[in-house]
């Protein structure tokens, strides 16, 4: 059996936002004892990733190593036209992934105990993210 669920996210500022308990919220009563979940975010400058959970200064870590990997203003990016923020999103996207998929154990999401989803916003003014809930049992 497969269900489908779409989310959108409220606009966030550039960053990394826990997300899990927003996801957990649309679909928690709705999931099977054992199955997956695939997470899709419809967007090419914003992106999904599991880690770190506990410890915010992870999110501001991520933020200088992209920032440092992938700096705005570069001249020798061409796609320039909606700000300088927008070409390196769409790299920092590609690297982070548009998709996640994590198992249901016990009708739970069965991440890690320092795991969580994250939005990884890459535009200073992203505003909302449409998101993809697929559940399979």
């Known amino acids: 059996m497969i269900n489908q669920y779409n989310l959108t996210l409220p606009a966030y500022c550039r960053g990394y936002h826990l997300i899990t308990n ?3 919220g649309k679909i928690g009563d709705k999931l099977p ?3 997956l979940l695939h997470i899709f975010i419809k967007h090419t400058s914003a992106g999904l990733t599991i880690n770190e959970n506990a410890d915010s ?9 992209f920032n440092k990997l992938i700096p705005e203003g570069d001249s ?27 198992p249901i154990t016990d009708g739970k999401l069965n991440l890690g ?13 992203g505003g909302p993210r449409g998101i993809i809930l697929t559940i399979y049992q």
């Open 113 to 125: 105990t320092w795991q969580g989803v994250y939005l990884c916003e890459f535009r200073n003014y």
């Open 57 to 65: 200064s992870v999110r501001d870590d991520y933020e200088t190593i």
């Open 33 to 35: 004892d054992r199955g």
């Open 22 to 24: 927003i996801i957990e």
């Open 76 to 102: 020798d990016y061409t796609h320039t036209v909606e700000g300088a923020d927008d070409m390196p999103a769409h790299v920092k996207t590609s690297l982070v992934g548009c998709e996640l998929t994590i």
